[in-house]
Each structure stands twice: as C-alpha cells, then as structure tokens.
C-alpha cells in the first residue's frame, strides 16, 4: 500500500468527535505526510468562520481532503439550499476554490443517534451542480438503499466520485452492476476499523476476486485516487 487517506469528522452529538480530530490526524500525518493523508472537518452549526476555517486544515494541517457526515452531524449535504446554513455554502465555496476535495457521507447509518434520512444522495445533486469545479467523493454508493440514485448522479456530474468504502466486496457488483461504465470514477476505500469489520486485506482481496477487467481493478486500487489527491 502506498498512500492511506485518514478520514475525520467532527460530530459532537452522535460521536463525540470534536474539533480536536483535526489536531489529531494532522499531527500524526505530518509524521509521513507523502503517504498520510489527512481528511479533516469543519462543521457548519458550530464554524464562526467557515472560510478561515477551512483555509487553516489546508494550510495549517496540510489536509488532502475534508469530511462531511451528514447522517452523524444531522444536516442535509444541501442544507444551505433553503439558506438555513450559509456556512455549509462556504464551506464548499472554500474547498473548491482550495481545490480540496470533499467526501461526503451517503447511505444509513447504524449508530445510535445517527438520522440516516440524511444519507440519500441526491442532496448532492444540487451541491455537484452549484460547485462545479468542487471534487466531491460520495463515500458508500448510498449503500444499502439509494445505489440507483448514486449510480445516476455519478453518470450525471463529472466532479461526482464514488468511494466503494464500506461496501462489501460480494454486493459491490450487485449494487452497482454497471460498475464498468463508471470505472474512471470509482475509487477503493476501507471501512472503519471497527470490531467484526474486514480488514483492508481482506476487502482487496475480495474486489481483485471480482469479475472486473483488470484496467478497472487498476483505476479503483490506483490510478483514479492519484489523480484526485495529493
Ligand atoms: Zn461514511
């Protein structure tokens, strides 16, 4: 394995993750920070300066890319749409201006607390077309439920991609059985490193196990997430 991107996000309510992941990851990727790539966070309904925000786990943490969870940090990935959170704007009008990409959460969640009627991925829709230039990586397909939607938007917007995180290998094909037609936009992911979770080995082996052509096998392990982060 070459390059890791480490995924954080603050979400006090469901998780308890505050602020501080940002120190957290941003120090411990420094210690390689050409293989360790920090995912950091800025949360709309806490932020009193989205902009400086953002600007400071770029330029302070050197982050490769930021974190959105909206099922956990219970607000719509669109939730600036109605003008309820301006700062959500910002936060993305910063990103892509910095050119750093966002994840964002689709699909349930299990946690206790979490509110999985955020996880439908067609919130994104809206956020793919009012930041064009903005690298958003739909983390999870809207697995279990929503993988026709995220199927869509993924053949819809050019700066939509798909992390297969959190998918397990044997429905991969099953929930998105056109996964060929889109392989320049799929990217692998490991899941969190929780009790009962395969392990990173574990989830490659199964997508190599695949009936994929191995110039798609190559663009998902490799090539696609070279291309989007650095
Ligand atoms: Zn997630």
Redesign the pocket.
């Known amino acids: 394995m070459e390059r890791a991107c480490l995924?954080n996000y603050v979400a006090p309510e469901v998780m308890g993750f505050t602020e501080d992941v940002n120190r957290f990851v941003g120090e411990f990727a420094r210690e390689d920070r050409k293989r360790l790539i920090p995912f950091g966070s800025v949360h709309p309904k806490r932020t009193k300066d989205a902009k400086r925000d953002v600007e400071r786990l770029a330029s302070k943490w050197e982050m490769g890319g930021m974190?959105i969870?909206p099922p956990h940090q219970l607000f719509p990935a669109n939730g600036y749409v109605d003008g309820r959170l301006p700062s959500l704007r910002t936060i993305y009008k910063t990103a892509e201006r910095l050119r750093m990409p966002v994840m964002v959460?689709t699909g349930t969640?299990v946690f206790p607390g979490a509110r999985s009627k955020f996880g439908d991925p067609m919130d994104l829709d809206d956020v793919a077309q009012d930041f064009p230039d903005l690298t958003i990586l739909m983390?999870?397909g809207g697995r279990p439920l929503w993988c026709e939607t995220a199927f869509y938007l993924l053949r819809r917007h050019p700066n939509l991609y798909l992390d297969i995180?959190?998918i397990p290998p044997r429905r991969l094909l099953e929930w998105f059985p056109r996964l060929e037609e889109i392989a320049s936009k799929v990217v692998f992911g490991s899941d969190w490193p929780a009790p009962g979770v395969p392990g990173i080995r574990e989830e490659i082996e199964g997508l190599r196990a695949l009936p994929l052509k191995e110039a798609t096998l190559e663009r998902i392990l490799s090539t696609n997430a070279a291309k989007l982060l650095t």
């Open positions: 995924i974190k969870h959460h969640s983390a999870h995180s959190s």
